[in-house]
């Protein structure tokens, strides 16, 4: 469950367009759910606002 997540992360895709050697979207997506609602998901990036803007 842990690597389609980070998968879909990565990729920026949608929960339905999971690859076939990945559970099911919508199970996956349930787990997240369940996880997030107990507060074992905590976010990686800082919001977008709160970033540092790249030097150029």
């Known amino acids: 469950m842990l690597d389609a997540i ?3 992360v990565a990729g920026g895709i949608s929960w339905r367009a999971m690859p076939a ?3 099911d979207g919508a199970r996956v ?3 997240f759910r369940r996880w997030r609602e107990n ?4 976010p990686v990036l ?3 606002a709160t970033m540092p803007v790249a030097e150029r």
Request: cysteine-free; hydrophobic content about 45%; charged content about 10%.
């Open 6 to 8: 980070r998968y879909l």
């Open 29 to 31: 997506y349930a787990f």
């Open 39 to 42: 507060g074992l998901v905590l």
């Open 21 to 23: 050697d990945f559970p």
């Open 46 to 48: 800082p919001p977008p």
